[in-house]
């Protein structure tokens, strides 16, 4: 599977984002699907994730109550809305893909997008 992601940019604190990530490739709704983010001189850091057939999507702490990840089977793309957006949230956002059921570890991850910038401004 091919993933591409867009949607980053800059934002004043306080605001929103919604990234969206365009998977290409067959079986869409069988994979895990997640966001990472990693911030400047930092280690990629686990995000949200939804996974086939769960109901429940999980998040790190840091972002539960504001970010939202959602998925879409029909056009084969996933979404992470990030509302009420600090400055620690300033990161490249990549998306990935799993088969399976992948820790919050990224190297549980075997496919991933190129990553999109977001930078929150004071």
């Known amino acids: 599977v091919q993933l591409q992601a867009s949607g980053g940019g800059l934002v004043q604190a306080g605001g929103s984002l919604r990234l969206s990530c365009a998977a290409s490739g067959r079986s869409f709704s069988s994979y895990a699907m997640a966001w990472f983010r990693q911030a400047p001189g930092k280690e990629r850091d686990f995000v949200a994730a939804?996974?086939?057939?769960?109901?429940?999507?999980i998040y790190a702490d840091s972002v539960k109550g504001r970010f939202t990840i959602s998925r879409d089977n029909a056009k084969n793309t996933v979404h992470l809305q990030m509302n009420s957006l600090v400055i620690e949230d300033t990161a490249v956002y990549y998306c990935?893909?799993?088969?399976?059921?992948?820790?919050?570890?990224?190297?549980?991850?075997?496919?991933w997008g190129q990553g999109t910038q977001v930078t929150v401004s004071s």
């Open positions: 990935a893909a799993a088969l399976g059921r992948p820790s919050q570890r990224d190297y549980t991850y075997a496919y």
């Open positions: 939804v996974y086939p057939g769960v109901a429940l999507p």
